[in-house]
């Protein structure tokens, strides 16, 4: 990848991370999940993306826990948890970021539980990646991460090299640590 590339790839998301802060900004309990798919568009068009690099997935409640849920319809209620994964596209370089926060702006406790964990992971692979790092060996990082605060909070028990061993914690990050970005969303 070249430098111009680089830059595309940065300036797409920094658009995108900006159109997910202004959704956070825009909800409020009574909010449907498809207006909140609007803001993100809209703040995404001002800043020159004219497409998205996939339908946004904005999921409130219950659906937040539905893989590539498409409903859209529901109202946000005080209290929900809202799943946003939505990137712009821009000069064909696509952003895919998806992001889980608070309807009302507080976490519960078991809400705050596993932001925690998530944001354990994240920060172990910030500290841990590097030139020369291979990516399944940061999937693994944080995989155990996950795993380690599962079983923390009670989801998970037995030992955590067998859970390792057999992807239990799979069953709650069915996608793992991510995927390569450029031209398509999964590049």
């Known amino acids: 990848m070249q430098e111009p590339e680089i830059k595309e790839l940065a300036e797409t998301?920094?658009?995108?991370?900006?159109?997910?802060?202004?959704?956070?900004r825009a909800v409020r309990p009574g909010t449907t999940e498809i207006e909140l798919e609007g803001v993100f568009v809209a703040e995404t068009a001002k800043k020159g993306c004219r497409f998205q690099a996939y339908n946004p997935i904005v999921g409130?409640?219950?659906?937040?826990?539905?893989?590539?849920?498409?409903g859209g319809w529901n109202p946000i209620k005080d209290g929900?948890?809202?799943?946003?994964?939505?990137?712009?596209?821009r000069q064909l370089y696509n952003s895919d970021i998806t992001r889980c926060f608070p309807a009302n702006g507080r976490f519960t406790r078991e809400q705050r539980e596993v932001?925690?964990?998530?944001?354990?992971?994240?920060?172990?692979?910030?500290e841990a990646v590097r030139a020369g790092v291979l990516w399944e060996d940061m999937h693994r990082l944080s995989a155990r991460v996950i795993a380690e605060g599962l079983i923390a909070m009670g989801v998970?028990?037995?030992s955590l090299e067998d859970i390792l061993k057999n992807h239990v914690q799979a069953v709650f990050y069915p996608h793992g640590l991510g995927h390569m970005l450029g031209l398509d969303t999964h590049d």
């Open 156 to 158: 998970l028990t037995g």
């Open 115 to 126: 932001y925690e964990t998530v944001l354990r992971a994240q920060n172990a692979v910030l």
């Open 80 to 89: 929900d948890l809202i799943l946003v994964d939505a990137g712009a596209e």
């Open 13 to 24: 998301n920094k658009i995108s991370s900006d159109a997910h802060v202004a959704m956070w």
């Open 60 to 70: 409130t409640g219950r659906n937040s826990a539905i893989l590539h849920y498409t």
